[in-house]
């Protein structure tokens, strides 16, 4: 199926290559695109759709639901992921003698390779329709090594303290020094609480502030399973 799927995308400079071969389309071409298709305002919607600052791509990013800003905010945050573009390009193959086409929800470009994602929320799943469609895009997708996710939920505690943290993912906003500061403190296998009283010549709340960016950045680690606290314990990523 692969083998005969053509992609289509939008340029920056407002172009659109059409009718491209799946099997041979420059990663670089599909991590330049534009979305394909940008979200619709309308009074009684009863989708949520926006643009979020993205620090991994240094740029804005739409989505069209709180379950896709859900998926962008921990993209955002994969230290892994080193671009992110949303509504990458329209994806069309001949699917039991009909031609099907689809539209993923983000093309992640990360360390161990392109990643596919579709965002469904999970009682929609077993609509025929959605995994008719789900799994002809899987086979398209990982026909030429890349992966596919289809993404439907995260835990709540997590979200809550990515959400948290991504209000510290504008490095412009601390001090170069401090930040030096803390990388060189010993902080590996303190407390939050014993973290912030490291750098006693500053402020408190300017150094806590600088360091939940460093755990934004994934220079520091601690367990976000549970909401953050004083007590929880901080590491340097390995």
Do not use: C
């Not at 005969?4 to 389309?25: K, P, Q, Y």
């Not at 240094?58 to 671009?83: C, K, M, N, T, W």
């Not at 303190?190 to 960016?213: D, F, M, N």
């Amino acid at each position: 199926m692969g083998g005969l799927a053509v992609v289509s995308f939008r340029r920056r400079s407002g172009a659109v290559v059409e009718d491209h071969a799946w099997s041979t389309v420059a990663v670089e071409s599909l991590k330049s695109a534009v979305p394909w298709r940008t979200f619709r305002w309308y009074k009684g919607q009863k989708h949520y759709s926006g643009t979020y600052w993205s620090s991994t791509v240094g740029d804005h990013v739409i989505y069209e639901s709180r379950l896709e800003l859900a998926r962008l905010l921990f993209a955002d945050f994969d230290p892994l992921v080193q671009h992110i573009v949303a509504q990458p390009f329209l994806l069309k193959a001949e699917v039991d003698g009909k031609v099907r086409r689809h539209i993923p929800d983000f093309l992640l470009i990360a360390r161990q390779g392109p990643l596919v994602v579709d965002v469904k929320p999970p009682h929609r799943l077993s609509r025929p329709e959605v995994a008719s469609t789900f799994e002809w895009t899987r086979q398209v997708v990982e026909s030429r090594g890349w992966q596919y996710q289809v993404w439907s939920e995260a835990r709540e505690s997590e979200l809550d303290n990515v959400r948290f943290l991504s209000g510290y993912r504008r490095d412009w906003l601390f001090p170069r020094e401090l930040l030096d500061d803390l990388r060189e403190a010993e902080l590996d296998g303190v407390t939050l609480g014993e973290a912030v009283g490291r750098i006693p010549r500053r402020s408190w709340p300017i150094v806590q502030a600088a360091i939940y960016h460093l755990l934004w950045t994934g220079e520091l680690v601690t367990d976000l399973d549970q909401p953050l606290s004083s007590l929880q314990v901080v590491r340097r990523a390995a």
